[in-house]
């Protein structure tokens, strides 16, 4: 076998595994996009068989027009469009200036609140909800009669409790302290001032992480669900996936509930390869390779 | 030129107390800098994590329930007395009149264990226990009472989550990040689809499964029935207490596998090309080259990405609760599923912030075990 | 840019000064049915008719998905934020009131007369709640099916036994012709489990607690009916004439209409999809008797008032204004549920004389039992629960009726009897 032949083979060894694996990561999803055109009896008896899989049958968008019908689509998904983005952006300026903070300076405590800010990250969500509502409950707020009482019900209450993360926190930390201290010592030696040091030279290298903090926030917020449920109690402020709960009534509608799911699915597989594209450019032409 | 440890001792009390103990003054700014950079990260966690815990911490030693006009008391460790409860408890067989063993089909009878833990004045220690587990030694049989026997198969249940998901996700999606860290064209692609499931919601990944995983005709058996040619048995994945947590920790990697991905993918990133260049003009193999360039270059990244994971398997909640509910027969109980349930639903808040309590410990023990593990030898 | 300013002034100060534009006062309403789109606009008929018929209040509408509409009033009771006219789930009501967010309500003497007992809610010898409907179930089956196999159809006044029951699922699993005899729905893990199987337990002559004092579930719940109850129950998975827990949404919702279940236990919410399928094959069958009377499980949403409301008043005006027959039956009509009363179902479309869901008005009116009126079902509920899944599973049946009857009692106790004198 030459030398050609060989590598054509492993090449297409190669592309039979990408292909197979993905095959198992698409299947699911797949799954769902088809049944979202499908009348509700006949995905129930297509999800029996690989016809699960295929455009067959009764194809239509009504499940997208329904859905349209029972939720208020467009409101809910500028709420969440708004919340996330907010919430991705300060929460990566926080985050990262705290790692910053904790990987590059020195200051007395930093020890024992690193290994606290560890110790947060252990605490599920679910388990903190209730003490969380009422504290919530007894902030103050700046809003148009003055000071209020009280953050129930708005935007912030579903922004700002999130903006900081022990997880967004602990990604930082880790990637900056792989970075060479020359990067920083050189700097210093410059005059460089430590904000310039911070925003300049060390956050624009950050590309891979930033994206992974920036994508694992989005996550969060987008699939927010139990703190809005327990905030929130006009409809014109309810983020998208409490709208998953309006199919489920007596007779749950399956094929609109996958219509939505599609729907509330596909902008984030978007804003995931927007955000990929950008960082791996980014990363390549940084110079950081070496 | 005065020294420096004067010039610390001349510094206004704030600076001091900013100052690590042996740092000079000069440093005083990189200090000061250094809090009020971490400062706003460090209010938001303090507000809404650190305090709601405390308070937590608090109710768990009250009787608070979440709907009651009753006003709540102290109760000290009861609420923790209820879930750790563990006796040992030997049960004789049953005797006829002359005293001698009675057989029951050829094995030995015992009598009913509810004759000695519901209203047996002779047992008070025993009262309310139940079973967990027994064993047969010598003519005796040995059982393990329990005071909670749910929160105990929750507790070992997420244990068993943790110990199997840590590895296996971790694994596969530095093989996933090793298979896709080539130059070959579409890899994007494949790199976004590999992705995919990360971004659809815990619950409607679940959802989905329940369809997957039905035992009658779900897609999986379909699927299997037609790789196997007809001969695959169709499982009742989630109605079987044997397959039903292995099937959720399959789904749980097949979400989440691809999230580490593209941590180790970040890692691999920053490791120079340059010194793989060179370990190849050393001629090093591709094995080489991954034991002693690509490994060591993910140190921090594997310690990361083992924490995560085993802090995330140890919060296993969202995929039991749309799919099993804890069932069938507790084979699916979690920690964190029985937390909520009783804080929320049953309403006991008291007992739902004990078993965070209890979880906190448990999952800072073992974050602590790793990061000693994985810590940097000097 | 001016514009936008100019703008943002006149939203500033309509938001500021609405408040002092009206001289009614606002009622807050919340409503758990939000996605329906049928029941919104019915409700928002009754209303737009409440505002238009007097000048006093106006009410305002705010609606939660079901799913999860508990949550969102708990939260909101902690954080003292409740409406003024609830929508609370019937079973879930002793709880709210004995917790003291609820009211008691002053509606006119003999206002709910006419009512289904399932649709009044009632704790502590006060009404509380009043619901617009209820609901029913029924075994679905197929009249072909019963005739081929020679089976009596079962009525009202002379439903199946026990025995006969069973026997009839053993004659139709062995037909060979069906997946299962009788789904009972256990994909709908839930509340579905207690309204749905607590019935069998009661007709074997057992219930969850004993209804005379509300502190003991003693001998009632693992007592002899409740242990004949749980082995017949376990024995319905284990001879397979059921599908188990993990059955999927899918199944539940076409087993029975593509013929692989024979027999079906639905509710009314369904029959219509069945109709639909079936046209006059379809028969829906009263519960079967196992010796202590056929029964059904009653109440379904219901109307009343928040302590904390100012306009206690203007809220029962408007629950009276609500409960009239003909809001009843455009209830009935729009969403397929059983109106309240006599009055409403003789003009609504379903549930009227030779209306196609006749039957179950009459089942409610005739074998409904509500759950436990008591503070502590929203726990002794989630732990029956557990029991009717875990026997399915094949747990030992004494045992844990045992360990269920200690927890419930333990959480009577840990709450001081809630409220009933111990």
Same mark, same amino acid.
């Given at each position: 076998?030459?030398?050609?032949?060989?590598?054509?083979?492993?090449?297409?060894?190669?592309?039979?595994?990408?292909?197979?694996?993905?095959?198992i990561?698409?299947?699911?999803?797949?799954?769902?996009?088809?049944?979202?055109?499908?009348?509700?009896?006949?995905?129930?008896?297509?999800?029996?068989?690989?016809?699960?899989f295929?455009?067959?049958?009764?194809?239509?968008l009504?499940?997208?027009?329904?859905?349209?019908?029972?939720?208020?689509?467009?409101?809910?998904?500028?709420n969440?469009?708004?919340?996330?983005?907010?919430?991705?952006g300060?929460?990566?300026?926080?985050?990262?200036?705290?790692?910053?903070?904790?990987?590059?300076?020195?200051?007395r405590?930093?020890?024992?609140?690193?290994?606290?800010?560890?110790?947060?990250f252990?605490?599920?969500f679910?388990?903190?909800?209730?003490?969380?509502?009422?504290?919530?409950?007894?902030l103050p707020?700046?809003?148009?009669?003055?000071?209020?009482?009280?953050?129930?019900?708005?935007?912030h209450?579903?922004?700002i409790?999130?903006?900081?993360?022990?997880?967004?926190?602990?990604?930082?930390?880790?990637?900056?302290?792989?970075?060479?201290?020359?990067?920083?010592e050189?700097?210093?030696?410059?005059g460089a001032s430590?904000?310039q040091?911070?925003?300049?030279?060390?956050?624009?290298?950050?590309?891979?992480?930033l994206?992974?903090?920036?994508?694992?926030?989005?996550?969060?917020m987008?699939?927010?669900y139990?703190?809005?449920?327990?905030?929130?109690r006009?409809?014109?402020?309810?983020?998208?996936?409490?709208?998953?709960?309006?199919?489920?009534?007596?007779?749950?509608?399956?094929?609109?509930?996958m219509?939505?799911?599609?729907?509330?699915?596909?902008?984030?597989?978007?804003?995931?390869?927007?955000?990929q594209?950008?960082?791996i450019e980014s990363?390549?032409?940084?110079?950081?390779?070496? | 030129?005065?020294?420096?440890?004067?010039?610390?001792?001349?510094?206004?009390?704030?600076?001091?107390?900013l100052?690590p103990?042996?740092?000079?003054?000069?440093?005083?700014?990189d200090?000061?800098?250094?809090?009020?950079?971490?400062?706003p990260?460090l209010?938001?966690l303090?507000?809404?994590?650190?305090?709601?815990?405390?308070?937590a911490?608090?109710?768990?030693f009250?009787n608070?329930r979440l709907?009651?006009?009753?006003?709540?008391?102290?109760?000290?460790?009861?609420?923790?007395?209820?879930?750790?409860?563990?006796?040992?408890?030997?049960?004789?067989?049953?005797?006829?009149?002359?005293?001698?063993?009675?057989?029951?089909?050829?094995?030995?009878?015992?009598?009913?264990?509810?004759e000695?833990?519901r209203?047996?004045?002779?047992?008070?220690e025993l009262?309310?226990?139940?079973?967990?587990?027994?064993?047969?030694?010598d003519?005796?049989?040995?059982?393990?009472?329990v005071g909670?026997?749910?929160f105990?198969r929750?507790?070992?249940?997420?244990?068993?989550?943790?110990?199997?998901?840590?590895?296996?996700?971790g694994g596969?999606a530095?093989?996933?990040?090793?298979?896709?860290?080539?130059?070959?064209?579409?890899?994007?692609?494949?790199?976004?689809?590999?992705?995919?499931?990360?971004?659809?919601?815990?619950?409607?990944?679940?959802?989905?499964?329940?369809?997957?995983?039905?035992g009658?005709?779900?897609l999986?058996?379909?699927i299997? *029935?037609i790789?196997? $040619?007809?001969? /695959?048995?169709? @499982?009742? #994945?989630? =109605?079987?207490?044997?397959t &039903?947590?292995?099937?959720?920790?399959?789904?749980?990697?097949?979400?989440?596998v691809?999230?580490?991905?593209?941590i180790?993918?970040?890692?691999?990133q920053?490791?120079?090309a340059?010194?793989?260049?060179?370990?190849?003009?050393? *001629?090093?193999?591709? $094995?080489?080259? /991954?034991?002693? @360039?690509? #490994?060591? =270059?993910?140190r921090?990244t &594997?310690?990361?990405v083992?924490i995560?994971?085993?802090?995330?398997?140890m919060?296993?909640?969202?995929?039991?609760?749309?799919?099993?509910?804890g069932?069938?027969?507790d084979?699916?109980?979690?920690?964190?599923?029985q937390?909520v349930?009783?804080?929320y639903?049953?309403?006991?808040?008291?007992?739902?912030?004990?078993?965070?309590?209890?979880?906190?410990?448990?999952?800072?023990?073992?974050?602590?075990v790793?990061?000693?593990i994985?810590?940097?030898?000097? | 840019?001016k514009?936008?300013?100019?703008?943002?002034?006149?939203v500033?100060?309509?938001?500021t000064?609405?408040?002092?534009?009206?001289a009614?006062?606002?009622?807050?309403?919340?409503?758990?049915?939000?996605g329906?789109?049928?029941?919104?606009?019915?409700?928002?008929?009754?209303i737009?008719?409440?505002?238009?018929?007097?000048?006093?209040?106006?009410?305002?509408l705010?609606?939660?998905?079901?799913g999860?509409y508990?949550?969102s009033?708990?939260?909101?009771?902690?954080?003292?934020?409740?409406?003024?006219?609830?929508?609370?789930?019937?079973?879930?009501?002793?709880?709210?009131?004995?917790?003291?967010?609820?009211?008691?309500?002053?509606?006119?003497e003999?206002?709910?007369?006419?009512f289904?007992?399932?649709?009044?809610?009632?704790?502590?010898?006060?009404?509380?709640?009043?619901?617009l409907?209820?609901a029913?179930?029924?075994?679905?089956?197929?009249?072909?099916?019963?005739?081929?196999?020679d089976?009596?159809?079962?009525?009202?006044?002379?439903?199946?036994?026990?025995?006969?029951?069973?026997?009839i699922l053993?004659t139709?699993?062995?037909?060979?012709?069906?997946?299962?005899?009788?789904?009972?729905g256990?994909?709908?893990?839930?509340?579905?489990y207690?309204?749905?199987?607590?019935?069998?337990?009661?007709?074997?002559?057992?219930?969850l607690?004993?209804?005379?004092?509300?502190?003991?579930?003693?001998?009632?719940?693992?007592?002899?009916?409740?242990?004949?109850?749980?082995?017949?129950?376990q024995?319905?998975?284990?001879?397979?004439?059921a599908?188990?827990?993990?059955?999927?949404?899918?199944d539940?919702?076409?087993?029975f209409?593509?013929?692989?279940?024979?027999?079906?236990?639905?509710?009314?919410w369904?029959?219509i999809t069945?109709?639909?399928?079936?046209?006059?094959?379809?028969?829906?069958?009263?519960?079967?008797?196992?010796?202590?009377?056929?029964?059904i499980?009653?109440?379904?949403?219901?109307?009343?008032?928040?302590?904390?409301?100012k306009?206690?008043?203007?809220?029962?005006?408007?629950?009276?204004?609500?409960?009239?027959?003909?809001?009843?039956?455009?209830?009935?009509?729009?969403?397929?549920?059983i109106p309240?009363?006599?009055?409403?179902?003789?003009?609504?479309?379903?549930?009227?004389?030779?209306?196609?869901?006749?039957?179950?008005?009459e089942?409610?009116?005739?074998?409904?039992?509500?759950?436990?009126?008591?503070?502590?079902?929203?726990?002794?509920?989630?732990?029956?629960e557990?029991?009717f899944?875990?026997?399915?599973n094949?747990?030992?049946?004494?045992?844990?009726?045992?360990?269920?009857?200690?927890?419930?009692?333990?959480?009577?106790e840990?709450?001081?009897?809630?409220?009933?004198?111990?």
């Amino acid at each position: 076998m030459s030398y050609e032949t060989r590598e054509r083979l492993s090449l297409s060894l190669r592309y039979a595994l990408l292909i197979l694996i993905a095959a198992i990561f698409i299947f699911p999803i797949l799954f769902m996009v088809m049944s979202s055109l499908k009348p509700d009896l006949q995905l129930l008896r297509d999800s029996a068989s690989l016809r699960a899989f295929l455009p067959v049958g009764d194809i239509s968008l009504n499940n997208y027009a329904d859905a349209f019908e029972r939720v208020p689509i467009a409101r809910f998904a500028f709420n969440s469009v708004f919340t996330t983005a907010v919430s991705v952006g300060a929460s990566i300026l926080l985050n990262s200036m705290a790692a910053f903070s904790f990987a590059f300076l020195q200051w007395r405590g930093k020890a024992f609140v690193l290994s606290l800010i560890i110790a947060t990250f252990i605490v599920p969500f679910e388990v903190v909800a209730i003490p969380m509502l009422l504290i919530a409950n007894n902030l103050p707020w700046i809003g148009p009669q003055g000071i209020e009482i009280g953050w129930l019900n708005s935007y912030h209450v579903q922004i700002i409790p999130f903006i900081a993360d022990s997880l967004g926190i602990f990604l930082f930390y880790q990637y900056f302290r792989d970075l060479p201290d020359e990067l920083v010592e050189a700097a210093r030696i410059d005059g460089a001032s430590i904000w310039q040091i911070y925003a300049r030279i060390i956050m624009p290298i950050a590309g891979p992480i930033l994206a992974t903090a920036a994508i694992l926030k989005f996550l969060i917020m987008w699939n927010a669900y139990l703190w809005p449920l327990m905030t929130i109690r006009s409809e014109e402020l309810r983020p998208i996936m409490v709208g998953l709960q309006y199919f489920f009534q007596l007779n749950i509608a399956w094929g609109e509930i996958m219509a939505y799911l599609s729907m509330v699915t596909i902008p984030v597989l978007i804003f995931y390869l927007a955000l990929q594209r950008a960082f791996i450019e980014s990363i390549a032409t940084s110079g950081i390779k070496g | 030129m005065i020294s420096a440890a004067t010039a610390r001792k001349n510094a206004p009390l704030w600076v001091r107390l900013l100052l690590p103990r042996d740092a000079p003054l000069y440093q005083r700014n990189d200090a000061i800098m250094g809090w009020l950079m971490a400062l706003p990260a460090l209010v938001i966690l303090t507000v809404f994590l650190v305090i709601p815990f405390l308070m937590a911490f608090v109710i768990s030693f009250t009787n608070q329930r979440l709907i009651s006009p009753n006003p709540a008391e102290w109760v000290g460790l009861r609420n923790f007395e209820r879930l750790l409860t563990i006796r040992t408890f030997t049960l004789e067989p049953e005797r006829d009149e002359s005293g001698a063993y009675v057989y029951d089909g050829g094995s030995l009878s015992y009598p009913r264990l509810r004759e000695f833990t519901r209203n047996n004045p002779d047992y008070p220690e025993l009262d309310g226990l139940r079973e967990f587990t027994s064993w047969q030694s010598d003519d005796n049989r040995t059982v393990i009472l329990v005071g909670d026997v749910v929160f105990l198969r929750a507790l070992i249940n997420t244990l068993i989550f943790a110990a199997v998901i840590a590895p296996l996700q971790g694994g596969l999606a530095l093989l996933l990040a090793l298979l896709l860290n080539q130059a070959l064209p579409f890899i994007n692609v494949f790199r976004s689809i590999y992705f995919a499931p990360v971004v659809v919601s815990m619950v409607v990944v679940s959802l989905l499964w329940r369809f997957i995983y039905d035992g009658h005709n779900g897609l999986l058996n379909t699927i299997l *029935g037609i790789i196997s $040619f007809g001969s /695959f048995q169709p @499982v009742d #994945w989630l =109605g079987n207490p044997y397959t &039903a947590l292995p099937a959720i920790m399959a789904m749980s990697v097949w979400q989440a596998v691809g999230f580490h991905m593209v941590i180790w993918l970040a890692g691999l990133q920053t490791i120079p090309a340059s010194l793989y260049e060179a370990a190849g003009l050393d *001629g090093a193999g591709a $094995f080489q080259k /991954f034991r002693y @360039v690509t #490994w060591p =270059g993910l140190r921090n990244t &594997a310690v990361l990405v083992l924490i995560v994971i085993t802090i995330q398997a140890m919060g296993l909640f969202v995929q039991v609760d749309v799919m099993t509910r804890g069932g069938p027969l507790d084979a699916t109980q979690s920690v964190v599923f029985q937390a909520v349930q009783r804080g929320y639903d049953k309403q006991d808040i008291a007992e739902g912030a004990a078993i965070s309590v209890i979880l906190f410990v448990i999952v800072f023990t073992i974050a602590m075990v790793q990061r000693y593990i994985t810590r940097e030898k000097n | 840019m001016k514009k936008a300013v100019s703008l943002l002034i006149v939203v500033i100060m309509l938001v500021t000064f609405s408040g002092l534009a009206s001289a009614q006062t606002e009622l807050s309403l919340w409503y758990h049915g939000a996605g329906n789109e049928i029941e919104r606009s019915i409700l928002i008929g009754i209303i737009d008719d409440f505002n238009a018929s007097q000048s006093d209040y106006t009410v305002a509408l705010e609606e939660f998905p079901q799913g999860s509409y508990n949550s969102s009033i708990v939260a909101a009771a902690l954080a003292g934020d409740l409406p003024d006219i609830i929508d609370v789930d019937g079973p879930v009501m002793p709880g709210w009131a004995w917790a003291g967010y609820m009211a008691p309500l002053n509606l006119s003497e003999g206002a709910l007369d006419d009512f289904l007992p399932g649709a009044i809610g009632s704790w502590n010898g006060e009404v509380y709640s009043v619901g617009l409907w209820d609901a029913a179930v029924a075994i679905y089956a197929r009249r072909s099916d019963l005739e081929a196999n020679d089976i009596r159809i079962p009525t009202l006044d002379d439903p199946w036994t026990g025995d006969e029951f069973d026997g009839i699922l053993e004659t139709l699993q062995a037909t060979g012709e069906f997946e299962y005899a009788f789904d009972v729905g256990m994909a709908w893990a839930g509340e579905w489990y207690n309204y749905a199987f607590a019935p069998f337990l009661q007709s074997f002559g057992g219930d969850l607690i004993d209804r005379s004092t509300y502190l003991s579930a003693e001998g009632v719940l693992n007592g002899d009916a409740g242990i004949a109850f749980g082995e017949w129950w376990q024995s319905l998975f284990e001879r397979g004439l059921a599908p188990g827990t993990s059955q999927d949404g899918a199944d539940r919702e076409t087993g029975f209409i593509d013929g692989r279940y024979a027999l079906q236990w639905n509710g009314n919410w369904a029959a219509i999809t069945a109709l639909d399928a079936l046209g006059d094959d379809a028969l829906f069958l009263p519960a079967p008797d196992f010796g202590n009377g056929s029964t059904i499980g009653a109440a379904s949403w219901q109307f009343g008032i928040s302590s904390s409301s100012k306009n206690k008043e203007g809220a029962n005006a408007f629950i009276e204004f609500a409960i009239q027959d003909e809001y009843l039956a455009a209830f009935s009509d729009g969403i397929g549920l059983i109106p309240s009363t006599s009055g409403a179902a003789a003009i609504s479309e379903y549930y009227s004389e030779g209306g196609l869901l006749e039957v179950f008005f009459e089942l409610s009116n005739r074998q409904a039992l509500v759950r436990p009126v008591t503070p502590g079902y929203a726990t002794m509920g989630l732990i029956v629960e557990k029991v009717f899944a875990d026997i399915a599973n094949g747990a030992d049946v004494q045992d844990t009726l045992d360990a269920a009857v200690d927890e419930i009692e333990q959480d009577i106790e840990d709450n001081g009897g809630y409220g009933f004198e111990m």
